[in-house]
């Protein structure tokens, strides 16, 4: 894995008048894994993405990408990175594999063997022209072009667009290659499913800010979950309403069922010291739910 980041922000910022569409922007992706970068459209998610490829000049605030600076090496830093844009943009007249020898020869070349696997992989139509393509089709020929060159970063902005689960599902399984590879994606999205399976870590990004930046497992573990206990007996609400973290309790006979965001061993003590325990159910909450709390009126971060 490399010593270099293989994407740096610091204090990065981006006004366009009087809109702040990125604040303070502090941020690091790893070499060796696959980063996620949440938020509800507006956030700053593209307009991050844009000032880091020098799409976009920042207001204030710098960039590197693999340890070079975004604005005075950004010609290099196009050779190792793979981008698909949220609005990717193509010739209609060209088949997709116009496209891809293309851009192939603007690289320099690729391993033709590794497009055609590609290609198998996603179910890609490269015989038809890129405008009688449907939108998910042409984004298989767009991930294509992102993967085709093996860079040392892929930047992806919303790429699983139009892609039926199926494809979905094996475009993460290339995500992970990548990162096995010690290679980075950064992957921004608010398809929250998607980046829980894939990511290593994600990034919230709220109103130009970001707000957190959390290990996927770390992020979940802190999540509220729904526990359902059954016992051999009647049991009462307020022996579990006065454990740490429990919420909400609701009691029916033999059951009940709460909202719990402490530790499973104290929770499981108390009810054990109290009735004699017959099962177990709990339902962690995923990044959809967590989300949702970052976004919720009046959240605290």
Same mark, same amino acid.
Request: net charge negative; no cysteine; charged share 25%.
């Given at each position: 894995?490399?010593?270099?980041?293989?994407?740096?922000?610091?204090?990065?910022?981006?006004?366009?008048?009087?809109?702040?569409?990125?604040?303070?922007?502090?941020?690091?992706?790893?070499? =060796?894994?696959?980063?996620?970068?949440?938020?509800?459209?507006?956030?700053?998610?593209?307009?991050?993405?844009?000032?880091?490829?020098? %799409?976009?000049?920042?207001?204030? *605030?710098?960039?590197?990408?693999?340890?070079?600076?975004?604005?005075?090496?950004?010609?290099?830093?196009?050779?190792?990175?793979?981008?698909?844009?949220?609005?990717?943009?193509? +010739?209609?007249?060209?088949?997709?594999?116009?496209?891809?020898?293309?851009?192939?020869?603007? &690289?320099?070349?690729?391993?033709?063997?590794?497009?055609?696997?590609?290609?198998?992989?996603?179910?890609?139509?490269?015989?038809?022209?890129?405008?009688?393509?449907?939108?998910?089709?042409?984004?298989?020929?767009?991930?294509?072009?992102?993967?085709?060159?093996?860079?040392?970063?892929?930047?992806?902005?919303?790429?699983?667009? =139009?892609?039926?689960? %199926?494809?979905?599902?094996?475009?993460?399984?290339?995500?992970?290659?990548?990162?096995?590879?010690?290679?980075?994606?950064?992957?921004?999205?608010?398809?929250?499913?998607?980046?829980?399976?894939?990511?290593?870590?994600? =990034?919230?990004?709220?109103?130009? &800010?970001?707000?957190?930046?959390?290990?996927?497992?770390?992020?979940?573990?802190?999540?509220? &979950?729904?526990?359902?206990?059954?016992?051999? =007996?009647?049991?009462?609400?307020?022996?579990?309403?006065?454990?740490?973290?429990? &919420?909400?309790?609701?009691?029916?006979?033999?059951?009940?069922?709460?909202?719990?965001?402490?530790?499973?061993?104290?929770?499981?003590?108390?009810?054990?010291?109290? +009735?004699?325990?017959?099962?177990?159910?709990?339902?962690?909450?995923? %990044?959809?739910?967590?989300?949702?709390? +970052?976004?919720?009126? *009046?959240?605290?971060?």
């Amino acid at each position: 894995m490399s010593e270099q980041p293989a994407i740096l922000t610091e204090t990065l910022t981006k006004h366009y008048g009087e809109v702040k569409a990125l604040v303070d922007l502090d941020l690091e992706v790893r070499m =060796g894994e696959v980063f996620g970068f949440l938020g509800p459209n507006g956030a700053g998610k593209t307009t991050m993405i844009r000032t880091i490829l020098d %799409l976009i000049h920042p207001t204030s *605030g710098r960039a590197s990408i693999l340890g070079l600076d975004s604005r005075e090496d950004a010609v290099e830093i196009r050779r190792h990175v793979g981008y698909l844009p949220s609005d990717l943009s193509m +010739y209609p007249n060209l088949t997709g594999r116009d496209m891809i020898t293309y851009f192939s020869n603007l &690289r320099g070349g690729v391993d033709k063997a590794y497009v055609d696997d590609l290609a198998e992989r996603l179910q890609a139509d490269l015989a038809k022209k890129v405008g009688d393509l449907s939108s998910g089709n042409r984004q298989k020929v767009g991930l294509i072009l992102t993967f085709m060159s093996r860079p040392q970063l892929l930047i992806m902005d919303e790429p699983s667009t =139009g892609l039926d689960p %199926l494809m979905q599902r094996e475009f993460q399984m290339m995500m992970r290659e990548v990162a096995v590879e010690g290679r980075s994606v950064f992957l921004s999205s608010h398809t929250l499913s998607e980046v829980q399976r894939v990511a290593d870590r994600v =990034g919230i990004i709220r109103n130009a &800010r970001l707000v957190d930046v959390e290990f996927v497992d770390d992020l979940r573990s802190k999540a509220i &979950r729904t526990v359902e206990l059954q016992f051999d =007996g009647p049991v009462e609400a307020d022996v579990f309403a006065a454990v740490p973290g429990v &919420r909400d309790v609701e009691v029916a006979s033999h059951h009940a069922t709460m909202s719990f965001d402490g530790k499973m061993d104290t929770l499981l003590r108390t009810a054990t010291e109290h +009735y004699t325990l017959v099962d177990v159910n709990t339902q962690e909450a995923d %990044l959809e739910e967590i989300f949702l709390e +970052y976004y919720r009126e *009046g959240a605290t971060v």
